[in-house]
């Protein structure tokens, strides 16, 4: 009923950039929260950036000052900008909405790959 299409993942050299976005989509009633986590190979999955419909955001220490989240409520969908990026970076970033159907869920896209490497 509700899909989480992720987009922008891809090859970068350190130092580089790329922009990830999300789109949500299906018999959506509302949506709160939105964000990206990421899963390493071989590690847990770990929060990146969250943003609340208001606006207010919250970042992990690790990518703070390099990383920007935004959302354009109208179109669902929720933007991460990464700079300065690192071979540490290199993961499957999921990302995750809190929506109202019938009641709040939590919903996960299937993952984009960011892998930075020179």
């Known amino acids: 009923q509700v899909q989480l299409v992720e987009s922008g993942g891809g090859l970068v050299q350190p130092g580089g950039s790329l922009r990830l976005s999300c789109a949500a989509s299906g018999s959506i009633f509302s949506i709160n929260a939105m964000g990206w986590y990421r899963q390493a190979p071989g590690k847990q999955r770990e929060l990146v950036a969250t943003i609340t419909r208001g606006g207010t955001t919250n970042y992990a220490d690790s990518v703070k000052g390099r990383s920007t989240i935004s959302r354009d409520n109208a179109k669902d969908t929720v933007y991460l900008q990464m700079n300065s990026l690192k071979p540490e970076d290199t993961a499957v970033y999921y990302c995750?909405?809190?929506?109202?159907?019938?009641?709040?869920?939590?919903?996960w896209g299937p993952g984009t790959q960011v892998t930075v490497s020179s």
């Open positions: 995750y909405a809190r929506i109202f159907i019938r009641t709040w869920d939590d919903y």
